[in-house]
Nanobody, 121 residues
């Protein structure tokens, strides 16, 4: 069981990117999924979460700009990021949620490798 994150890149402020988190069939249909990010010199922080039932939650810093969604037919979770700012620059990782608070990293069991997002001013 693995998660594969992709879609990062370099974009100008105000631009958009869509990240993908592709999972094996078993993972995507069994777990809720979260996106986290880690900027240089900072701790990993929660970004967005989608529950098994499709409920979504966002950090205050991205609410209204980012949208998390799931395509069950492709076993993929997406993170659409709009109105990007330099403060969004980080390595973004997706993870499969086990139980407990969705914003806590220790409640996630399977992590994909990160994808770099760089927003220039």
């Amino acid at each position: 069981v693995q998660l594969q994150a992709s879609g990062g890149g370099l974009v100008q402020a105000g631009g958009s990117l869509r990240l993908s988190c592709a999972a094996s069939e078993r993972t995507s249909r069994s777990y809720a999924t979260g996106w986290f990010r880690q900027a240089p010199g900072k701790e990993r922080e929660f970004v967005a979460y989608i529950s098994r039932g499709g409920g979504t939650y966002y950090s205050d810093s991205v609410k209204g700009r980012f949208t998390i969604s799931r395509d069950n037919t492709e076993n993929t979770v997406y993170l659409q990021m709009n109105s990007l700012t330099p403060e969004d620059t980080a390595i973004y990782s997706c993870a499969a949620h086990n139980s407990g608070s969705y914003y806590r990293t220790e409640n996630y069991g399977i992590w994909g490798q990160g994808t770099q997002v760089t927003v220039s001013s």
